[in-house]
């Protein structure tokens, strides 16, 4: 008997054989279709964008900030993809024509409403074991910004009119209160 659909492990080939209006992440060869952002959701991903890009480029940094859709390869095999809304590769050898080909250094997340157990629970371990430095999940529906420091095993929640310290950075402060949101 053939296997059902549904217990079909996928691969990175099958994402990328999708069409261009399709938007999918791969978590252990399940595909999870996401829908458009929100306006609220674009309107942070971009500020949050800005502002790391402006302070790596002032500092003269070498990390690299892109903003979804940019995929990230995470694991060794191909049963991982996913487009992390905001992502900061410092070590530029993970870098190819693919995008991110194994963890990066620091992770954002902001929550829609079908992301929520994704962000929350999966993405959270996949992240966390694949050696990723920071994660922040920025909840505007709860108005909560959730810092995980995996280096140092600890974990901060703020609100969205806080100073957030980043972890990867000594001098680095995302203020969302000043944030055009």
Known sequence: MPALKENKKY?????????????AELIDG???????????????????????????KRNGGQCKVYHAPFAV??????SVYIEPDISV????????DRGCEGAPDWIIEIVSPGSRRMDYMIKLFKYRTAGVREYWIVDY????VMVYNFEQ????????????PVGIYDNLVIDFAEMDI
């Open 89 to 96: 590769i410092c070590d530029r050898n993970k870098l190819s």
């Open 30 to 56: 399940q595909i999870y279709y996401q829908a458009a952002p929100s306006r609220k959701h674009q309107d942070i991903s971009g500020e949050l964008y800005a502002t790391i890009h402006d302070y790596i």
């Open 141 to 144: 529906a709860k108005d909560m």
């Open 73 to 78: 390869l995470l694991n060794d095999d191909d």
């Open 153 to 164: 095993n600890e974990m901060e929640t703020y609100t969205m009119a806080d100073k957030v």
């Open 11 to 23: 691969t990175i080939e099958d994402i990328m054989a999708l069409p261009e209006n399709e938007h």
